[in-house]
C-alpha cells in the first residue's frame, strides 16, 4: 500500500456560509425550525413596535408635554427633568462640583481597569483612602470658599453613587476585620463575628434601613442628632460589610495552606504574614466577588426612597407625580433603568472577565 | 507471539470516510475494515485524527462524507439505527467518565436495566462477575471518587462489558494513568482480547501493541499513513513519518 | 523518635539527663499566645459590653423623656386600622397581634407565589440558555442580562405605576374569560362547590395514591423482569382524568360565582388585587434571570464526558438527561437555588414601597407609626427573616453533608 499524501478538501457546502449556520444554529431538526419560527414571529411581534415607540415614533425635543404629538415616547420629559434625574436639588451654579468628583472617580477607575497603567497599588489606596474625602468637602462644601450644599438637597444620581461609593468603601475595613475574625482560633472573638454577620445578612436591607432610621436616634443620648443621609449610609455599611466579610473569607479560603505554613515557617507573625503575603494574593481573587456585591448594592441603594431620601429612582417618582407631565411614567422608568442597566452591566462583564482570567491564571499554575 | 482469533465476518467497515470541523478537514478518505475478533492498535501525534476516528464510529461524532457499516448496520441519520450500533459497541474514555453519583454497581447496572431492559437482579448478577473479571468485586459499593484512577478504568471496562458488546473502543484508556496503575488496565485488557473481543485501541502503549495487536495503524494529518502487522511496522516502517514518530515514542 | 535523636544530637557531653537541659524560662505573659488571645477576648467581651450597656442607658432615657412605653403589651391592643388583604378574619377591632400575622401570612403567600413562579421560569430560561438553538439561547441571554441589572424596586413600580394602575376604571375593564382586569385588579370568578364536588376530590386524591402504588409496582416488576412501563405519563393521565371524568359524570358539581359591575365597583368573585399582581410579577421575573443562571451553571457544571459515556452505552437523550445529567446537576443547583428563594423572602419585603400589605409593611410600618415602639416591632420583624434565613442555612448545611457523604 502506497501512502500519499490527501489534499485538504473544503467541507461540504451545506456546512458553511450563511445557509450552514442557519441549518446548524436555527433549523436543525423538525422541533428547532418550529421553536425558531414561533420565537422569532412573537420577538418581531414584540420588538418592532417597541422600537418604532422608542425610537421612531418619539418625541425629542421641547419644553412641555404640548411637544409630544408623535405618539411615541415623550423623551421631552426627560429631557426637561435630567438635571435633577442626574444631580437632584443641588444648586444649578453648584452642579460643577458633582461633575467633578464623578469624573476623578471614573478617571481613577479606568486608570485600575486598563491592563497596562502604572502604579496601580498607590491609585487604588488614593480612591480608597483619599478620595472619599476629597469628594464630601467637594460635595458638602464649607471650606476654601465652596458655599455649603446641605445633604438634603443631595439627590439623583449623585446621590445613588455616593450611597453606593461610601456603601462599598466603608464596608471593605469592617468586612476585612469580620472576615479575619471569623476564621479566628479564639472562640469569643469568632462567635461575635460569626452573629454579627449572620444577622445583617439574614434581614432585608429595608428592615436594616428602617432600623436605622427610627432606632438609631435612640441610641444616642440626647441632642446628638444625625442627619438622615448619614443615618441611610449607617445601616448600608453595616449591612454591606457581612457580605464584604463573606467574600472576603472566600478569598482568604482560596489560598492554599501551604502560603500560610510558608509564611509561619519564616517566622513572620500574625499580622506580618496576613499584610504581606496572603493579602495581597487574596485581594486579586476578591476583585470579581467586590465587583459582584457592588453591583447588588448599586442596584439596592434605591431602597432609600422608602425612608425619604431622594435617590434617582425617588427623583423619577416625584417627576412622574407632577401634574404637568402626568402619563409618562414608563418613559422615566425606562431611562432610570437604562441608567442602572448601564453601570450594572458594565460591572458584570468587567466582573466575569477577571473571572475568566483568574480562572486561566490558576490552570496554568497546576 | 500472539494468536489471532480473526474470522471473515467484517465488524466494522470505514469507506471513504470524511469528516470536517467547521473549516477544517480532520479526517481524509478514511478506509478501514475490521473483521471480528481482530484487534487493532491505532497511534499518531496528537491531533492527527485517530480519536476522532474511532469516536466516529459510535456517532459520538458526525461525518459529512462517507459510510461507516457496524455489524451489519450501516450508520446514517436513522436514530434507530444508531442506538442499535451503540448497544453493539462499548467504549472507553481517557477520563474514565464514571458517573460520580452512582455507585459502581450502580453504573455497571444502568445500561442493561434502562436500555437493555434487564431485570435488575440478572444485572447485578453478570456485572458482578464482570467486576470480579476485573478484579475489584468488592469495591462494588463505593462511589468512583474512592477508587484510584486504575480501579476507575477497569470499572469503566466492566461497564461497557455488561453491555455484552461486540467490538470494544479504546480512547487512550492509560493516558490519564500514573505509571504504576497503567499495567493493571493493561492486563484487564490483554485478557479481553485473548477471549476474542474485537478491539479497537487508541494508544501509545507500544508493548501493548505488540503482544496483541493484528494490524497496527499509524495515522498523521487525518489519514492512515501506514497499516502493517506489528513485527514488521515496528522492525521494519515503511515511511519516513512513522519511522520519526516510531523514534521519538520508543526513546523513552 | 525524632526528638529523642536530635536532642542527644545536639548534646555531645551525652548528659541526657533533664536538668542538664537549658531551664525554660517563663516567657513573659503578653508574650505567651494563650494568655495573649485570652486577654484579648476579655477586652472585647468589656468593650462589647460598654457599648451594649451605654446604647440601653441612652435608649431607656430617650424612651422616658419622650414619654414611650416599652413590652409587648401592645400587640393584645385593638389595632384600628384596615388591611387591605387579609388571609384570615381581621377587622378594625383586631389587635396589634393579628396584624403581626395577617403581614406574616401576606408574606408567606407572595413568597410561595414568586418562588412557584421563579423556578418554573428560570427553568425554563436557564435551559434555553444552553439550548442549540441560537435564537432561544440568545433570547433567553438578553433577558437573564436586561433583568437582572435594573434595580427590583424600578421593576416593581413600573408593574405597579406603568402598568396596572394605568388600566381602565372598573366600568371599562378588559374582559376575558369571565374575569375582569381594571386598575382595581383582576377579578377572577369565584369557584363554589356544590354537591358532588367532594366526589372529584376524592377521585384527585384517589389517582395520587394509585400513581405511588403504579410507581412502586412499576419499579418491582422493572427490577424482577426489566419490563418498563411510562409511569410518569400514567400519573399525569390519572392524576387529571379522573377528576375530570368524576366531575363530567357528576353533572359538572361547581359553580362560579360570577363577579358583576354594582355602580363602581365589582361585587363577587376573587380579586387579586395590583400591589400582589405588580409585586409578583416582578419578583417571579426578577429572580428568574438569577435562577436562570444558577440552572445553567448546574448543567454546565456536569461535564461533557458523562453524556457522552451515557450516550455510548446507548442511552437516548432523554434517559442521559433524566439518569445522568438532572441527578447531578441538580446537586449543583439546589443550594444556590435555596439562597435565591430566601433573597426572594427577603425582597418580598420591598411590598411596602407600593403598598402589598406584608409584613413589613403593616407590622413595621404602621404598627410602628402607630404605636411608636419601634424597638420592639423591628425585633421581632428582624426576627422572623433571621429565622427564615437559619432555617435556610441549616437546610444547605445538612443537605451539602449528605451530599459529600454520597460522592466522596
Known amino acids: ?366 | 507471539m500472539n494468536h489471532s482469533h480473526a474470522t471473515d465476518k467484517l465488524m466494522v467497515e470505514l469507506r471513504d470516510l470524511n469528516k470536517w470541523y467547521g473549516e477544517f478537514h480532520v479526517l481524509k478518505n478514511i478506509n478501514l475494515e475490521v473483521k471480528q475478533g481482530e484487534k487493532i492498535v491505532i497511534c499518531g501525534p496528537s491531533g492527527s485524527g485517530k480519536s476522532t476516528m474511532i469516536r466516529c464510529i459510535n456517532h459520538l461524532e458526525e461525518h459529512q462524507k462517507g459510510d461507516i457499516i457496524v455489524n451489519d448496520i450501516p450508520l446514517n441519520e436513522d436514530i434507530k439505527n444508531i442506538e442499535a450500533i451503540r448497544k453493539d459497541v462499548g467504549m472507553v474514555f481517557q477520563h474514565f467518565n464514571l458517573f460520580p453519583h452512582l455507585t459502581v454497581l450502580e453504573n455497571c447496572v444502568l445500561a442493561p436495566i434502562w436500555v437493555k431492559k434487564m431485570p435488575r437482579k440478572e444485572a447485578e448478577a453478570q456485572a458482578m462477575e464482570l467486576l470480579e473479571r476485573v478484579k475489584i468485586p468488592d469495591q462494588a459499593l463505593k462511589y468512583p471518587g474512592q477508587l484510584s484512577g486504575g480501579q476507575q478504568q477497569r470499572v469503566a471496562i466492566a461497564r461497557s462489558l455488561c453491555m455484552n458488546p461486540d467490538v470494544m473502543l479504546f480512547d487512550e484508556p492509560t493516558s490519564a494513568l500514573d505509571p504504576e496503575m497503567i499495567k493493571e488496565v493493561l492486563d484487564v485488557m490483554i485478557e479481553l482480547a485473548n477471549e476474542g473481543m474485537t478491539m479497537l485501541c487508541v494508544t501509545h502503549e507500544m508493548g501493548f501493541a505488540k503482544t496483541v495487536a493484528d494490524r497496527v495503524i499509524f495515522m498523521d494529518g487525518g489519514q492512515i499513513v501506514e497499516e502493517n502487522e506489528p513485527h514488521e511496522f515496528f522492525n521494519n516502517p515503511q515511511h519516513e513519518r512513522t519511522q520519526l514518530f516510531l523514534s521519538q515514542i520508543l526513546q523513552h | 523518635m525524632s526528638s529523642d535523636i536530635s536532642n542527644s544530637g545536639h548534646k555531645p557531653d551525652g548528659g541526657s539527663a533533664p536538668q542538664s537541659a537549658p531551664p525554660l524560662s517563663k516567657p513573659k505573659f503578653w508574650n505567651d499566645p494563650k494568655k495573649r488571645s485570652l486577654l484579648f477576648q476579655i477586652l472585647l467581651l468589656t468593650a462589647l459590653g460598654f457599648v451594649f450597656y451605654t446604647i440601653i442607658e441612652n435608649t431607656l432615657t430617650n424612651l422616658e423623656q419622650r414619654g414611650m412605653t416599652t413590652g409587648f403589651d401592645f400587640l393584645s391592643r385593638e389595632a384600628g386600622f384596615g388591611i387591605a388583604m387579609s388571609l384570615i378574619d381581621y377587622t378594625e377591632a383586631s389587635s396589634y397581634g393579628m396584624t403581626f400575622i395577617v403581614g406574616l401570612l401576606n408574606t408567606i403567600l407572595i413568597a410561595v407565589m414568586g418562588i412557584i413562579a421563579a423556578t418554573i421560569l428560570g427553568f425554563i430560561l436557564g435551559v434555553a440558555r444552553l439550548s442549540d438553538n441560537w435564537l432561544i439561547a440568545k433570547f433567553s441571554a438578553l433577558y437573564i442580562e436586561v433583568f437582572r441589572n435594573i434595580p427590583l424596586l424600578l421593576q416593581i413600580f413600573f408593574w405597579y405605576y406603568a402598568v396596572l394602575r394605568t388600566l381602565p376604571a372598573p366600568r371599562q375593564s378588559i374582559e376575558f374569560l369571565g374575569s375582569f382586569l381594571n386598575n382595581r385588579g383582576l377579578i377572577v370568578p369565584a369557584p363554589v362547590p356544590e354537591d358532588g364536588f367532594g366526589l372529584v376530590i376524592m377521585g384527585f386524591f384517589g389517582a395520587i395514591v394509585a400513581s405511588w402504588f403504579i410507581a412502586r409496582w412499576s419499579r418491582k416488576r422493572q427490577e424482577l423482569t426489566g419490563q418498563q412501563f411510562p409511569v410518569i405519563l400514567t400519573s399525569i393521565g390519572l392524576i387529571v382524568g379522573v377528576p375530570l371524568l368524576l366531575f363530567l359524570f357528576s353533572g359538572l358539581p361547581l359553580g362560579l360565582d360570577h363577579p358583576e359591575l354594582k355602580g363602581f365597583n365589582f361585587k363577587g368573585g376573587i380579586t387579586v388585587i395590583p400591589e400582589l399582581m405588580a409585586l409578583w410579577l416582578a419578583l417571579s421575573i426578577y429572580t428568574a434571570a438569577f435562577i436562570a443562571e444558577t440552572v445553567r451553571a448546574g448543567i454546565l457544571a456536569v461535564s461533557h464526558g458523562q453524556t457522552e459515556a451515557a450516550t455510548a452505552l446507548g442511552m437516548s437523550k432523554a434517559k442521559t438527561l433524566r439518569l445522568i445529567v438532572i441527578p447531578q446537576a441538580m446537586r449543583v443547583v439546589i443550594p444556590p437555588l435555596t439562597s435565591q428563594y430566601l433573597n426572594l423572602t427577603k425582597n418580598s419585603s420591598l411590598a411596602t414601597a407600593i403598598g402589598y400589605p406584608d409584613l413589613v409593611n403593616v407590622f413595621a410600618g404602621t404598627t410602628l407609626n402607630q404605636t411608636g415602639q419601634a424597638i420592639e416591632v423591628i425585633a421581632m420583624t428582624m426576627a422572623v427573616y433571621l429565622t427564615l434565613s437559619l432555617l435556610t442555612s441549616f437546610f444547605m448545611n445538612w443537605y451539602n453533608a449528605r451530599i459529600q457523604l454520597t460522592e466522596r
Not at chain 1, 306 to 319: E, H, K, S
Open chain 1, 1 to 366: 500500500m502506497k501512502y500519499e499524501i490527501q489534499p485538504t478538501l473544503p467541507p461540504p457546502s451545506s456546512m458553511i456560509g450563511v445557509v450552514g449556520w442557519l441549518r446548524k444554529n436555527l433549523f436543525n431538526g423538525p422541533t428547532n425550525s418550529v421553536a425558531t419560527i414561533v420565537v422569532g414571529y412573537f420577538l418581531i411581534s414584540f420588538l418592532v413596535p417597541t422600537i418604532q415607540w422608542i425610537f421612531i415614533d418619539s418625541d425629542w425635543v421641547g419644553t412641555s408635554r404640548d411637544a409630544c404629538t408623535s405618539g411615541g415616547a415623550c423623551w421631552v420629559f426627560i429631557a426637561n427633568r435630567l438635571d435633577q434625574f442626574l444631580y437632584g436639588f443641588y444648586p444649578e451654579t453648584e452642579h460643577w462640583r458633582p461633575q467633578l468628583a464623578f469624573i476623578i472617580m471614573i478617571g481613577s477607575i479606568i486608570w485600575l481597569v486598563l491592563p497596562q497603567t502604572p502604579k496601580k497599588g498607590l491609585v487604588a489606596i488614593l480612591l480608597l483612602v483619599v478620595y472619599p474625602i476629597i469628594a464630601y468637602f467637594l460635595l458638602y462644601g464649607d471650606v476654601f470658599g465652596l458655599p455649603q450644599v446641605e445633604t438634603h438637597l443631595w439627590g439623583g444620581l449623585t446621590l445613588t453613587l455616593v450611597l453606593a461609593v461610601v456603601g462599598i468603601v466603608a464596608s471593605l475595613p469592617l468586612g476585612i476585620v469580620l472576615a479575619l475574625g471569623r476564621q479566628s482560633d479564639m472562640p469569643i472573638v469568632k462567635s461575635v463575628c460569626v452573629t454579627f454577620i449572620e444577622i445583617w445578612r439574614g434581614v432585608p436591607l429595608i428592615t436594616v434601613l428602617f432600623m436605622a432610621s427610627v432606632m438609631l436616634p435612640l441610641f444616642f443620648p440626647e441632642g446628638m442628632s444625625f442627619d438622615k443621609l448619614l443615618r441611610a449610609l449607617i445601616g448600608i455599611t453595616l449591612f454591606q460589610s457581612a457580605y464584604m466579610a463573606e467574600v472576603i473569607r472566600g478569598g482568604l479560603q482560596a489560598i492554599p495552606k501551604g502560603q500560610y505554613e510558608a509564611a509561619d515557617a519564616l517566622g513572620l507573625g500574625y499580622w506580618q504574614k496576613m499584610i504581606l503575603v496572603i493579602m495581597p494574593q487574596a485581594l486579586k481573587l476578591m476583585i470579581p466577588g467586590i465587583v459582584n456585591t457592588f453591583i447588588a448594592l448599586f442596584k439596592d441603594t434605591s431602597l432609600v426612597l422608602i425612608i425619604g431620601l431622594f435617590d434617582v429612582l425617588a427623583i423619577g417618582q416625584a417627576a412622574n407625580q407632577d401634574p404637568d407631565w402626568i402619563g409618562y411614567s414608563t418613559e422615566s422608568y425606562l431611562f432610570i433603568a437604562l441608567l442602572f442597566w448601564v453601570f450594572c452591566f458594565s460591572m458584570s462583564r468587567y466582573s466575569q472577565h477577571l473571572e475568566k482570567k483568574l480562572h486561566t491564571g490558576h490552570g496554568n499554575r497546576a
